[in-house]
T-cell receptor, first 112, second 114 residues
C-alpha cells in the first residue's frame, strides 16, 4: 500500500532550527517533494530529492534516505512567516505512472 | 507569466446536483493533476493527465467523478449527484512533464454541498 507519515504539529521559536520528519512506504519511488502551504492558500514547491543525501537551498534543506524510506526538511533561522503546513509528497511509479502521493502535512507554529 | 487558474473559486450546491470545476494550466505544461483537500487534511490524488496519454484515474473515489482535458490544455472535473462528503477544496496543478518538475498549484475551488 501507500503511506506517508509526518507529525501533525510542531512549534518552534523564531530564529531557531526545526526538523520535520517524513517516512514513506510506496510501491514505487521516483522522487520526494516538500511543499509549503499557508492557511487558505495553494501549496508552493520547496524542494525535491531523488538521490540519497542533502539538498540545500537557502534557509531550507531536505534530506533523503531511500533505503530507510525517510526524509526530513530542515528550516534554519526561523521567521514568523514560516508558520505554515509542510507537505511531504512522493512520486509513486508503482502503477506505471507518476502519481504523486501527499502526506497529511505538518503544521508548524513559529512563536516569538 | 500567468499561473494556474481555477474557476469558480467557490461553489455552493445542493446535494444531488452536478458540478463542473475548471482548470487552466500554465501554458506549455503537459502534465495536469487534480487533488482534493478536506479541512485540515493533506492532498488526496484524484487524476493525472500527461500529454496525449491515457489519464491515470486511479484516485477517483467513485464513478460519480470524471475529468477530461481538451486539446491538451484546459481540464474540467465533473462531479455528478454530489454528496455532502464531496465538500472540500479541489486543487489543480500543472508541471512541465513526466520528469521531476515541480507542480504549480492553482488557488483551488472550495466546494460546499448542502
Amino acid at each position: 500500500g501507500q503511506n506517508i507519515d509526518q507529525p501533525t504539529e510542531m512549534t518552534a521559536t523564531e530564529g531557531a532550527i526545526v526538523q520535520i520528519n517524513c517516512t514513506y512506504q510506496t510501491s514505487g519511488f521516483n522522487g520526494l517533494f516538500w511543499y509549503q502551504q499557508h492557511a487558505g492558500e495553494a501549496p508552493t514547491f520547496l524542494s525535491y530529492n531523488v538521490l540519497d543525501g542533502l539538498e540545500e537551498k537557502g534557509r531550507f534543506s531536505s534530506f533523503l534516505s531511500r533505503s530507510k524510506g525517510y526524509s526530513y526538511l530542515l528550516l534554519k533561522e526561523l521567521q514568523m512567516k514560516d508558520s505554515a503546513s509542510y507537505l511531504c509528497a512522493v512520486r509513486d511509479t508503482g502503477t506505471g505512472g507518476f502519481k504523486t502521493i501527499f502526506g497529511a502535512g505538518t503544521r508548524l507554529f513559529v512563536k516569538a | 507569466g500567468a499561473g494556474v487558474s481555477q474557476s469558480p473559486s467557490n461553489k455552493v450546491t445542493e446535494k444531488g446536483k452536478d458540478v463542473e470545476l475548471r482548470c487552466d494550466p500554465i501554458s506549455g505544461h503537459t502534465a495536469l493533476y487534480w487533488y482534493r483537500q478536506s479541512l485540515g487534511q493533506g492532498l488526496e490524488f484524484l487524476i493525472y493527465f500527461q500529454g496525449n496519454s491515457a489519464p491515470d484515474k486511479s484516485g477517483l473515489p467513485s464513478d460519480r467523478f470524471s475529468a477530461e482535458r481538451t486539446g491538451g490544455s484546459v481540464s474540467t472535473l465533473t462531479i455528478q449527484r454530489t454528496q455532502q462528503e464531496d465538500s472540500a477544496v479541489y486543487l489543480c496543478a500543472s508541471s512541465h512533464g513526466q520528469g521531476f518538475y515541480e507542480q504549480y498549484f492553482g488557488p483551488g475551488t472550495r466546494l460546499t454541498v448542502t
